[in-house]
């Protein structure tokens, strides 16, 4: 354990430290804290909960020269919700400073007040990219005086598509200023990022605590031909099933477990090298987006898939060789998550688990499925539904402008807006299920950056 006394902090700082009780550092903070007040840049990895808002809460504050009336330090987040979380943690670590102006910047908020706001620059802003974004251009926030740029939940506004918005953010600030990427992830997305934005950075990572690394559990079921689709539908039945990925060896496979699953009830969508470019995007865009429960893939095409978060990964054919296995089974049990990975076995291919059993040097865990026909049609739905608007980056249209529309003039919270990814020419934005026609019918009757896109539901 470090005390927050042993860095070289403001009276101010140290009082405010004292009064919240925060006596000891945490290890994010041990680590990065005093490279930063250095003015190092740092790429920190560490899970929500770790203390890093108050990490660069504090290096922010250290430089902070209250005298001078302009903006110094730029904090951008993923959403409206952790904005104005990591705004009020600043605001408490500066309560002995004096006249420190902290000003929130985020969509769905009307701009008036923000522009009456920003008629006097503030020395912090903590926002969204796109209202960031939207304020550097008009001119009404002024960049040349930052000397902090943090990016909190880096990986989270990469997913949302606000990559080109931060770019374009960096290329409208003070060329010579101090960056601080947060992730809780370490994707190559992050990496390269960090290659654009940062000079050389120290590098921070975190371990999650014993209890909460990432932990796969395995299972494998010997079955029946005749029986797996019944053994599979079953097994997608429980909780882990609203986020499946299922293996099957060939394409003509894949096309007809996601059939047959669909036809039962549950939101499946195939995904193999013989279907058109723009299709696979979108199915890859679906699932991502969890608008799609189960998705159904030869192991080449789903290479393109990234999710941190996948519970449940099915090897409806055992894989041909144990590197494959392996490779499937790593899909899930990511980022601290727990994954459970079952291994569907005819006795047909009872060789291939033998290799795998060699290749593991352990005995695999057999389970026994009593697999019972479908009493009906199963309900295993999507949480989210994907809206298509018909206009992408070519129209200059941004993750932060659909977001606006949404919880503007459409009325949504933000919590009911998932992921949003935007193409050359089209965007895709997951709405919570129940509230989707109700976000369609809103967009198509208003406009988003003021003008009229075609809008339709995917499924």
């Not at 102006?101 to 969509?107: A, I, S, W, Y």
């Not at 409806?316 to 994954?339: C, E, K, L, N, V």
């Amino acid at each position: 354990m470090t005390a927050f006394t042993a860095l070289p902090l403001k009276p101010a700082l140290l009082a405010s430290l004292e009064t919240l009780g925060y006596n000891d550092m945490t290890p994010i903070q041990a680590q990065s804290l005093p490279a930063m007040l250095e003015g190092r840049d740092v790429i920190a990895q560490a899970q929500t909960g770790s203390g890093k808002t108050a990490a660069f809460g504090l290096s922010l504050l250290q430089q902070l020269s209250v005298e001078t009336i302009r903006l110094q330090a730029l904090v951008l987040c993923p959403t409206r919700e952790l904005a104005d979380q990591v705004s009020k943690a600043i605001r408490k670590l500066a309560a002995n400073i004096p006249n420190v102006k902290l000003l929130t910047l985020c969509g769905g908020m009307p701009l008036g007040p923000q522009l009456a706001s920003l008629a006097h620059d503030p020395h912090i802003v903590v926002g969204t990219p796109g209202r960031v974004q939207e304020h550097l251009k008009r001119g009404s926030l002024h960049g040349g005086g930052i000397k902090v740029l943090v990016l909190d939940e880096a990986d989270r506004m990469l997913d949302m598509g606000f990559g080109d918005a931060i770019d374009d953010i960096v290329g409208r600030i003070a060329k010579h200023h101090q960056t601080l990427l947060f992730s809780a992830t370490y994707p190559d997305e992050i990496r390269e990022a960090s290659r654009r934005l940062q000079r050389d950075p120290i590098t921070v990572t975190v371990e999650a605590p014993v209890e909460s690394k990432p932990s796969i559990e395995q299972q494998f079921v010997e079955i029946e031909p005749a029986h797996k689709l019944d053994a599979l539908a079953q097994l997608l039945a429980g909780e882990r099933g609203q986020h499946a990925l299922v293996f099957c060896n060939m394409r003509r496979d894949v096309d007809a477990v996601a059939e047959e699953l669909d036809r039962r009830g549950y939101s499946a969508l195939a995904l193999h090298g013989d279907m058109e470019q723009r299709d696979r995007d979108e199915v890859l865009v679906r699932f991502a987006n969890r608008s799609c429960a189960v998705l159904v893939a030869t192991d080449v095409a789903a290479r393109g898939l990234d999710i941190t978060s996948l519970p449940l990964v099915i090897s409806y054919d055992i894989a041909h060789d144990p590197d494959t296995h392996t490779h499937r089974i790593g899909r899930t049990g990511r980022a601290g998550q727990s994954g459970l990975a079952i291994t569907l076995c005819t006795p047909r291919e009872k060789p291939k688990a033998d290799n795998i059993e060699a290749a593991l040097g352990a005995s695999l865990p057999w389970r026994t499925l009593k697999p019972s026909p479908p009493r009906g049609k199963t309900l295993n739905l999507a949480p989210m539904k994907t809206l298509v608007i018909d206009a992408g980056r070519q129209d200059k249209l941004r993750p932060g402008d659909i977001l606006g529309a949404l919880t503007g003039d459409a009325g949504l919270a933000a919590n009911d807006i998932g992921k949003i990814d935007v193409f050359a020419t089209r965007a895709y934005v997951a709405i919570s299920r129940a509230l989707a026609n109700k976000a369609l019918e809103r967009l198509r009757a208003g406009k988003i950056k003021g003008r009229n896109f075609r809008v339709r539901a995917l499924g």
